[in-house]
């Protein structure tokens, strides 16, 4: 097709509330445009360069022996009770026979549920299923910037196996094709560990794109390249060397309001006082626990790693 004829426009400058570079080049490209706080069209162009990217994902994912399926967004809210709290947090609506439906933002159940009916035998597995649809992400994001749309497209896959052992092979080998879908997409993302099992093995990973105004936070040493989610990362702090028990005492710390203050006071390093941490956990049934947390006095207390020591 002619340039003439495309249904395009370029700019010369990028509107005043792009300020994202990225974002500025796609705009002036004649890529995409903006219809609102968090509204984003693809003109013909944009849809063809993210048309582009669905394949070459496809492409590798089928590879490796992926199926590609189409999944319902609008599902039964019932499906989402007991899943993550995002999924949870759908946007919620009432059809004409008054039954409560939801964007689905997550379709572990749906895919559950159609294997119930399908997979009759363990010999039909291992089963690798992905779908590339919109989704709907209503965030707080007050970014003006297509990362913080309210809906994008999402590569989601999904595998189901018969043992642990195979789950794992297939988990890598899954993650290796998203790195190679990634590196041919010349897009500078760095993984890291989003989530660890009881054993601390790595079993989730993010791909994130570095970005000064992003909302997402992760560690990464210099050194050995380790990557992880705050939320997840091991920290190595040095322990204190030991020494003998002292017998217990009370001891009055006027104006000692922090713990810096405390061990001043007492001649001490931090790393030789605690601090206690008072919470008030919710719980999926809707229950409220008062929360006692102790912690060494020169570390702060991570409250998503809290959530997973289990009473």
């Known amino acids: 097709m002619r340039m003439s004829s495309m249904f395009i426009q370029t700019l010369r400058e990028a509107p005043s509330d792009a300020t994202a570079p990225g974002y500025q080049f796609l705009v002036r490209a004649g890529f995409i445009r ?9 003109l013909p162009l944009g849809a063809l360069a993210r048309r582009r990217l669905a394949e070459l994902a496809g492409t590798r994912l089928r590879g490796i022996g992926g199926q590609e399926m189409a999944l319902p967004q609008v599902q039964s809210a019932e499906l989402l009770h007991d899943l993550s709290d995002d999924a949870a947090a759908a946007v919620r609506f009432r059809d004409r026979n008054h039954r409560t439906m939801a964007l689905a933002a997550a379709q572990e159940r749906s895919v559950l549920a159609l294997a119930a009916g399908v997979i009759q035998s363990y010999r039909q597995l291992p089963v690798v299923l992905y779908q590339i649809g919109p989704c709907y992400c209503d965030c707080a994001s007050e970014l003006n910037d297509p990362i913080a ?24 080998r899954v993650s290796e094709t998203l790195q190679g879908i990634i590196r041919e997409a010349a897009i500078p993302c760095q993984p890291v560990i989003s989530d660890e099992d009881s054993a601390r093995r790595a079993v989730g990973h993010r791909w994130l794109f570095p970005w000064p105004h992003g909302d997402h936070v992760y560690v990464m040493c210099a050194h050995c390249g380790y990557a992880a989610d705050q939320e997840v990362a091991r920290m190595a702090k040095p322990r204190p060397e030991p020494e003998p028990l002292q017998p217990m005492q009370e001891m009055a710390t006027p104006d000692c309001k922090t713990i810096a203050d405390l061990a001043a006071f007492l001649g001490i390093p931090e790393s030789r006082t605690a601090k206690a941490v008072f919470l008030v956990a919710g719980f999926p049934n809707g229950e409220e626990r008062f929360v006692f947390a102790v912690v060494r006095g020169d570390t702060t207390l991570n409250e998503a790693k809290l959530k997973k020591v289990r009473s």
């Not at 903006?34 to 693809?42: C, D, K, R, V």
């Not at 018969?162 to 890598?172: F, K, S």
Request: hydrophobic letters at 45%; aromatic letters at 12%; charged letters at 20%.
């Open 34 to 42: 903006g219809l609102g706080s968090g509204a984003y069209a693809w």
């Open 149 to 172: 749309a309210r809906e994008g497209a999402v590569l989601a896959v999904y595998s189901l196996h018969a043992d642990e052992g195979d789950l794992r092979e297939a988990y890598a």
